[in-house]
């Protein structure tokens, strides 16, 4: 009640006369004007009315032939009657609370916890990608299709809930504990070849051989049989084949690489610029003009905290590079240089396993460019285990 007449307005007034008073009440209450803290004085009362009913007072004191006197005025209109000749303040207020209002349709700060083998910054950048980052509009926030797509590009997760808490929002995970490759090692195997050629070393611990030394394997073929014949008491057995065996097997390699290189080059001075990130709009804080045409952009943007909460403000350094695209055609020499190169580093992935006893090269070149092909005669274990029933 005592809100509510404050927020309406209310005023005290005082009836001066030696007489007449209840009539001037009853003539009140038959207007339907309420009156309260009605008080007896010396030649009059006093009461409170509401500040609008005031004026409907003048009739019932016309009545009972008394005459009114105002006290005191409270309340909200009586507090902002002073403003009406101060316009930019009323303004201000109103400015402030749109402000206030369109600020809250975005998110401020982005909170993430349960980040070990995940980089933090490619989930945020995730998260950007889905609407969920500081400054961004809140209209589309869907935490299920979120935590769906989180799920999605990092299988690693286990668990995640993302929360929304009116401007912020909460993304906790759990990852999934890293567990050893636990080799199968229930049933029987054979060992089959994983490349063609010549058998030249055999070391089987179990199993039986189904080839020898110099005899000539394929991919795929069986080298050592699971299934071991008992002789003396003539029956057949099953066992886990294991061993080693080591062929001369052939490889080719093959690398192209075009004359022309086409790369971007730096052709002028970098600038450096600094600029002010708020709710996702960019305010440049550098008065240096960007260089002309095209720009590589590398540089830093630092996420301003507070209390231990990134806020909707970062700070942007970077450097912008002049370059061009330009294409150089190169001597033979260096082509094939880099050729033989990537052939190198080929031949290390590829062949990591394998002894090399021999290789030869061959060259050949075009009009577009060269092309190295490597022949290469290795020394290597081609055993493979597979297993007999699946």
């Known amino acids: 009640m005592w809100l509510t007449r404050w927020l309406v307005g209310w005023v005290r007034f005082r009836v001066v006369t030696p007489k007449g008073k209840e009539q001037f009440l009853n003539s009140c209450t038959r207007a339907g004007v309420y009156l309260w803290r009605v008080r007896p004085e010396a030649g009059g009362l006093t009461a409170c009315v509401r500040a609008g009913q005031y004026a409907a007072l003048r009739r019932p004191a016309k009545q009972a032939g008394v005459r009114l006197r105002l006290q005191k005025k409270r309340g909200l209109p009586f507090r902002l009657q002073h403003l009406r000749h101060r316009p930019g303040l009323v303004a201000g207020f109103a400015l402030f609370w749109a402000v206030l209002l369109l600020l809250g349709q975005f998110f401020w700060t982005v909170e993430v916890t349960g980040c070990k083998q995940i980089s933090e910054q490619a989930l945020r950048q995730v998260l950007a990608e889905q609407g969920v980052a500081p400054g961004a509009r809140k209209s589309s926030f869907s935490a299920k299709e979120i935590q769906t797509k989180l799920m999605e ?6 668990w995640v809930s993302v929360n929304n808490h009116g401007a912020d929002v909460d993304v906790q995970l759990t990852e999934k504990d890293a567990q050893p490759p636990v080799a199968d090692q229930s049933g029987w195997y054979h060992l089959r070849a994983t490349e063609s050629g010549t058998v030249v070393e055999m070391h089987v611990s179990a199993g039986t ?15 050592v049989s699971a299934v071991v014949e008992n002789k003396e008491q003539n029956f057949l057995q099953l066992y886990h084949a294991a ?25 002028g001075q970098p600038a450096q610029r600094s600029a002010l990130l708020v709710f996702g709009v960019q305010i440049p804080l550098s008065v240096q003009l960007p260089p002309q045409g095209m720009l590589k952009r590398t540089g830093q943007q630092t996420a301003v905290r507070f209390c231990g909460r990134e806020l909707p403000l970062s700070l942007l350094r970077e450097q912008l590079t002049p370059v061009r695209y330009v294409t150089q055609r190169r001597s033979r020499a260096q082509v094939e240089q880099q050729a033989r190169l990537l052939l190198n580093s080929k031949e290390k992935t590829e062949l990591s396993g394998a002894q090399v006893t021999a290789r030869s090269d061959t060259v050949r070149a075009d009009a577009a460019g060269v092309t190295v092909t490597r022949r290469l005669t290795c020394r290597e274990n081609i055993a493979k285990e597979v297993k007999l029933f699946r």
Do not use: N
């Open 209 to 223: 051989p189904v080839v020898k030394v110099g005899d000539g394997v394929v991919k795929g073929q069986l080298l």
């Open 153 to 158: 590009r990092f299988p690693q997760i286990s």
């Open 243 to 267: 061993g080693t065996v080591i062929a001369e097997t052939q490889h080719t390699l093959q690398v192209t690489v075009p004359f022309a290189l086409s790369q971007w080059q730096v052709c």
